[in-house]
């Protein structure tokens, strides 16, 4: 076969003359038996014949772009187009090559009897006249051409070029609902532009850059092959389109030069135009998707009325499949609320085939990205886009069974929702014949009530630095449990910002912890938290049916207990915490990684210096009239400022207490800020600081003292040793009111390793040496293995480390040496902007420990909360993204990489 055959209506055929009498009937007339055929008309794509026959019953034709000698016509019915014989009729033969010769070959029968004579036509279609941009001049299964034909403002300007670009629709479709342009797109598709004539050849051979032997270039940087444009299948639906650029540097946005270079990189469009236009408008998914020209994508809204050079897009599908004669089942099994089996089985005539299931909400989303033709998911299951975007099985020629919650949806289903399946089979590699197979299912509703979880805050009054809860489940129901464990008041800043319980429920429960969960005795855990400090528990647990508990403030699976307060010690009245008061020069040499003005990367040494306030409290001064005038801002009047103040009072002479008189501390204030990308993420916030800012907020004014700073002690001993002590889970950061908490820490940048906490020939303290004088403090760094159980050891100084764990943990530019104190601050430095928020994600790891204990009690670390800023609010604006939008903006982002 050439092409696609259509027959146009035959002309009526004149009724033989009846007998007069019926009883002596006249001999019939002998009727003639012919078979013509000839050219009717042609153009570039097609050929219509005109047939004739009489006698005849039947009619096939093949087509040959050779002439043929010796056919017989019963090859012409088995392998060529089968037609009803009429009197009179036109075949239509579409979808042919422009400016080729063709043979056509007729042949008839009557009954089983064939007709002595096969009719030949010689025809050709015309060549194109290349008159628009774009013309498409073939298409097959596999393959398209689209010819290029450079208007003459091109032509005449060595400044101009067309550029061009072509995908499938979906991904089209994805980029511009991002809100991208076709400027956009035309910039962004590389080089990809022409000053002269040329016919664009997309097929399967030309997928990959090939070199001078016919084999595949591979890239060194990406690790793959070079791909020239994404693999194309059958039934594929194309967008092609070119536009008009000058030559000028690259723009961003739309809008003026962005400096990377120049070339052909500034579109002929009125973008002045189309924005002064409300904005314009996207190019609708609706649109007009019938092969040839679009004009007009979303009338009165496109882009194409703002170019000003020449600009066109071509829209069709490549040819679609031959139909696969084979059965494919497909079985829904052991069907409940959340989850379902599905099992396909090909027969003997599937090569392999691809498969997914989705949700009701995703076909509808894809099928809008299909410009709501849901034929096309024949192709957009086998389509290269899918494969990449989405979950896609991929099978031989065997059986597959799956748990569709397991496999494609990585969780339970939703009850009562439709979910569909769908199978695109090939009857060869190269899936030129397909099957495609649609079927849904809908899955039950749920009969379970909500599983029932009692926490419990285990009271023993016994430990400073552990929460203790124990968690059961009396129905013993459960099958999966997750909890959230912080600060109070850190759940209620971070509720109140939008989430909820369960969505910070995220630490899970391994499977022996569920079993004793669903025990009588149930689980005890303990939770790492500083000493005076509440801390919450709340647990989210889920039945057979995905059915969660009911996890709301005052319900049964959330608790409170509060840690018992360090014992005071004894003060010992060193002289030292007089003689060392006062304001100190800190200086220490620190190793910095930056970029030149060539932006290559250099390192070197710098000293650095940092104001340091040495004390033996926090002081309260009074308050004056622009603090009175920051609170009468929020309605606060003066009389309620007083009290609050007075509390604030309070909550200072009880960390002068316990934090520092009773623990025989000095408290240091201060830090160097030598971070080149951000120079106030240690700048210096005091107590008070914090209570008069209109920035910072804080669930209580026991949080203030948490979080000011950077802030950090000198212990001084009965026998007059001085040390810094640090312990990330004994004692509170360094600072807490910005982005990340900092914690003193012991770090060594050879073998980029650090202490956090006392451990193994770590003591938790940097030995501190002050001069006779009392004029200079030298703070030393330990010396500590650097990694568990290593012999090798190095010096670890004194660092600020941002972060609760390794994982997240922020270090720009560590210290490398001693540091030194002198004695007084001249400096007139000023202090440099910052923001005043506290996003912080309390997240202690958790301790290896060992028991002997029949039912010990399970260490669990802290939930990480991501919280809101510690600002005041403004209305929020919520987003939320489904995995398909996430896989398009994935696979977007790959696209132009590429």
């Not at 003193?744 to 004088?773: C, L, W």
């Amino acid at each position: 076969m050439c092409g696609i055959v259509s027959c146009g209506q035959p002309e009526p055929t004149p009724e033989p003359d009846k007998p007069d009498n019926p009883d002596n009937p006249e001999k019939p007339e002998q009727v003639e038996t012919y078979l013509r055929a000839d050219l009717q008309a042609s153009d570039q794509s097609s050929i219509q014949i005109k047939v004739e026959t009489s006698g005849l019953d039947s009619l096939a034709y093949i087509c040959y772009e050779s002439q043929q000698d010796a056919l017989q016509a019963s090859i012409i019915f088995r392998r060529g187009e089968k037609l009803k014989a009429e009197s009179s009729s036109t075949v239509n033969i579409e979808e042919l090559k422009a400016d080729s010769k063709y043979y056509f070959y007729f042949a008839g029968k009557t009954g089983s009897k064939y007709y002595d004579e096969i009719v030949e036509v010689e025809a050709s279609t015309t060549p194109y006249v290349f008159t628009d941009l774009l013309t498409l001049v073939e298409v097959g299964k596999r393959d398209y051409k689209v010819h290029i034909n450079v208007p003459e403002s091109v032509e005449n300007d060595d400044t101009r070029s067309i550029r061009y670009a072509f995908s499938c629709i979906p991904l089209y479709l994805s980029k511009k609902l991002t809100g991208m342009h076709d400027t956009d797109l035309l910039y962004q598709n590389m080089q990809v532009d022409t000053r002269v004539d040329k016919t664009i050849d997309i097929n399967v051979d030309n997928e990959f850059l090939l070199d001078e032997n016919g084999e595949p270039v591979f890239d060194e940087q990406t690790g793959q092959f070079i791909q020239l444009h994404e693999p194309i299948v059958p039934g594929e639906p194309v967008l092609f389109m070119a536009g008009e650029f000058e030559w000028g540097e690259g723009y961003i946005a739309n809008w003026g030069p962005a400096g990377d270079g120049f070339g052909y990189f500034v579109p002929m469009y009125d973008f002045k135009g189309y924005y002064g236009d409300d904005w314009g408008a996207l190019n609708a998914p609706e649109a007009m998707m019938t092969r040839g020209v679009v004009t007009d994508i979303e009338p009165g809204s496109d882009e194409h009325p703002y170019w000003t050079g020449a600009f066109q897009k071509l829209i069709f599908t490549l040819d679609q499949p031959d139909l696969l004669d084979a059965e494919i089942e497909v079985r829904v099994e052991d069907l409940s609320a959340i989850d379902a089996v599905v099992t396909i089985i090909p027969d003997e005539n599937v090569y392999g085939y691809n498969y997914c299931v989705m949700d009701d909400g995703t076909y509808q989303s894809i099928i809008n990205l299909l410009c709501g033709r849901e034929d096309w998911m024949q192709w957009f299951v086998s389509s290269y886009f899918a494969q990449f975007s989405l979950m896609i099985g991929n099978a031989g020629a065997e059986a597959v069974q799956f748990s569709v919650s397991d496999t494609f949806f990585v969780g339970p289903l939703n009850e009562q929702s439709d979910f569909h399946v769908f199978i695109t089979a090939r009857g060869n590699e190269e899936g030129t014949t397909q099957k495609f197979v649609h079927e849904v299912f809908t899955t039950k509703a749920k009969v379970l009530d909500p599983p029932v979880i009692n926490v419990t805050a285990v009271e023993d009054n016994q430990h400073e630095y552990e929460a203790k809860f124990n968690i059961k489940a009396p129905n013993k129901d459960l099958v999966s449990a997750y909890y959230g464990a912080n600060y109070i008041r850190d759940w209620v800043v971070t509720l109140n910002g939008g989430n909820t319980y369960a969505s910070l429920c995220q630490n899970y429960f391994t499977a022996d912890e569920l079993d004793q969960i669903n025990s009588d005795a149930g689980l005890t855990i303990s939770i790492p938290s500083l000493d005076g400090e509440t801390t919450r528990l709340a647990v989210l647990g889920y039945n057979e049916e995905y059915t969660p508990n009911i996890l709301i403030d005052g319900c049964s699976a959330i608790a409170d207990t509060r840690t018992k307060l360090l014992a005071l010690g004894v003060h010992n009245n060193s002289p030292l915490f007089k003689q060392l008061e006062g304001d100190w020069t800190m200086t220490a040499k620190a190793f910095v990684r930056d970029y030149d003005d060539d932006n290559n990367l250099v390192e070197y040494n710098t000293n650095v210096k940092a104001k340091i306030t040495i004390s033996q409290e926090i002081e309260a001064p009074e308050l004056t009239e622009d603090v009175y005038d920051i609170y009468e801002k929020f309605d606060w009047t003066r009389e309620e400022t007083d009290a609050y103040y007075e509390d604030f009072k309070k909550s200072a002479d009880q960390f002068n207490k316990y934090r520092l008189h009773y623990r025989n501390r000095l408290l240091c204030v201060g830090w160097y800020d030598y971070d080149i990308y951000s120079f106030s993420r240690l700048q210096t916030m005091s107590a008070f600081d914090l209570f008069t800012s209109e920035a910072y907020q804080s669930y209580d004014l026991n949080q203030i003292f948490y979080d000011f700073g950077p802030k950090w002690y000198l212990e001084i001993g009965e026998d007059g040793t001085v040390t810094v002590p640090f312990d990330q889970m004994a004692m509170p950061p360094m600072l807490n009111w910005g982005d990340t908490p900092y914690f003193v820490t012991a770090y060594d940048k050879q073998s980029n390793h650090g202490y956090r906490a006392p451990a193994e020939n770590m003591p938790g303290a940097f030995p501190v040496e002050i001069s006779a004088d009392g004029n200079t403090i030298v703070i030393k760094g330990v010396e500590a293995a650097v990694a568990d159980g290593s012999s090798e050891t190095a010096i670890h100084y004194m660092n600020a480390v941002g972060g609760w764990g390794n994982y997240d943990a922020q270090l720009y530019s560590p210290i490398i040496s001693d540091i030194t104190l002198k004695r007084g601050w001249t400096e007139t430095s000023t202090q440099n902007a910052y923001s005043r928020t506290a996003s912080r994600k309390n997240y202690v790891e958790r301790p290896e420990i060992s028991t002997e204990d029949c039912t010990p009690v399970v260490w669990k670390s802290m939930t990480e909360f991501k919280e809101p800023l510690k600002v005041r609010k403004t209305e929020p604006a919520i987003v939320t993204m489904e995995k398909l939008e996430k896989a398009l903006d994935e696979y977007v982002s790959r696209y132009h990489r590429r």
